[in-house]
Nanobody, 124 residues
Framework: QVHPVESGGGSVQAGGSLRLSCVAS????????LGWFRQAPGKQREAVAA????????YYADSVKDRFTISEDAHKTTVYLQMYSLKPEDTATYYC?????????????????WGQGTQVTGSS
């Protein structure tokens, strides 16, 4: 089974920026939809953003709208999550997930393949 691979996590001061990358095997077209989720210690996994591959259709959680941007590279191999104005509450493990089907973007159960996660820490 094909699994996305995340990278780019790290520690940054509040107000800083980070860019996460998700390599979707040979091509992002492997998946109909790629999304980013995050999970902080003791909390449930929550949807952050998603993109329909090969399109400009993007979706965002209210908590990150206007601060985070999801995009797909021109070679159709990588999806990025550009994060600006990071806050301590953005601290979590971030997961990239791919779906082979259309579905509700913010529901984790609609994704078929998950990466291992990358840690993002926003310090105050």
């Amino acid at each position: 089974q094909v699994h996305p691979v995340e990278s780019g996590g790290g520690s940054v001061q509040a107000g800083g920026s980070l860019r996460l990358s998700c390599v979707a095997s040979e091509s992002t077209a492997t998946f109909v939809r790629l999304g980013w989720f995050r999970q902080a210690p003791g909390k449930q996994r929550e949807a952050v953003a998603a993109i329909l591959t090969g399109t400009t259709n993007t979706y965002y959680a209210d908590s990150v709208k206007d601060r985070f941007t999801i995009s797909e590279d021109a070679h159709k191999t990588t999806v990025y999550l550009q994060m600006y104005s990071l806050k301590p509450e953005d601290t979590a493990t971030y997961y990239c997930a791919g779906s082979w089907y259309e579905g509700v973007w913010f529901l984790a159960e609609t994704y078929n393949s998950w990466g291992q996660g990358t840690q993002v820490t926003g310090s105050s």
